[in-house]
């Protein structure tokens, strides 16, 4: 079962895509964004921390998310293959990451990077209209994937493990670049 890492600026379509490719591989799809706004909606201790982050487009701190996943990853559903969706998002996160995957004995396959322009980028999440949607925030999401998210494109070519997929085609045409990267690489 495959381990793979989705990669790609706010509007990209991590979300979209990984969710239908971990329905199709029958494999967890674990979602940070998705946990955070959770732990936000249940206001729990880690969403009342998380909020403000999110609410201006900034990253929450490295120690509540990696514990999240340290905790997600542990769980019995995740032994065998997982789809990451946001996570990391800089390069502190793929650190600590390389060190957990070492210790739970498991090993990322593939880290997909879904290209699409910026303004493509802001067209859809203005389309979106979440809560951290709006112009201000947009702008600020992307200032920070520019400087701490994308510098893991080098990070992850240079380990020769980054295929880049253009994420700027209709959903059904990325959905199928997507299935055939994943399926042409054995597990
Ligand atoms: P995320 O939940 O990860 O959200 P995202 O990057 O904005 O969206 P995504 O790329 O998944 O876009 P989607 O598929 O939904 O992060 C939200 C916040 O959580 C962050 O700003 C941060 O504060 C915090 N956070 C999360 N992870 C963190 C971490 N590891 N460390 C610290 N903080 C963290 O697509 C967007 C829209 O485009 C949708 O409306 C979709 O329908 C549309 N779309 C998608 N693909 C399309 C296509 N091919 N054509 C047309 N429209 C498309």
Redesign the pocket.
């Known amino acids: 079962m495959p381990r793979l890492i989705f990669l ?11 969710q239908t490719l971990a329905h199709w591989l029958n494999i967890p799809h674990i ?4 946990i ?2 959770q732990a936000v909606a249940e206001d729990t201790h880690l969403g009342q921390k ?1 909020q403000a ?2 609410g201006r ?6 120690q509540l ?1 990696v514990e999240m ?1 340290r905790e997600r990853l542990g769980q019995p559903d995740a032994h065998l293959g997982w789809i990451l ?6 390069v502190t ?1 793929a650190a600590f990451l390389e060190v957990l995957l070492q210790e739970i004995n498991q090993g990322c396959d593939q880290v997909i990077n ?1 290209a ?1 322009p910026d303004d493509v980028l802001t067209t ?2 203005l ?2 209209g ?1 809560q ?2 709006t112009e201000a925030v947009i702008r600020r ?1 992307l200032e ?1 994937y520019h400087q701490q998210t994308a510098p893991l494109i080098h990070f992850y070519s240079d380990r020769n493990q980054l295929v880049t997929v253009n ?5 059904e ?2 959905t199928q670049s997507l299935l055939a990267v994943v399926t042409s690489t054995p597990q």
Do not use: C, H, W
């Not at 979602?31 to 998705?34: A, F, I």
């Not at 994420?167 to 959903?171: P, S």
């Open positions: 790609g600026a706010p509007g990209a379509g991590k979300g979209t895509q990984s979602s940070t964004g998705d955070l706004r998380a982050y999110m487009g900034e990253l929450v701190p490295d998310v996943i969706d946001g996570f990391p998002r800089n996160q879904l699409v859809r999440l389309g979106r979440r951290d949607d999401r920070v994420g700027d085609q209709d959903l045409a990325v």
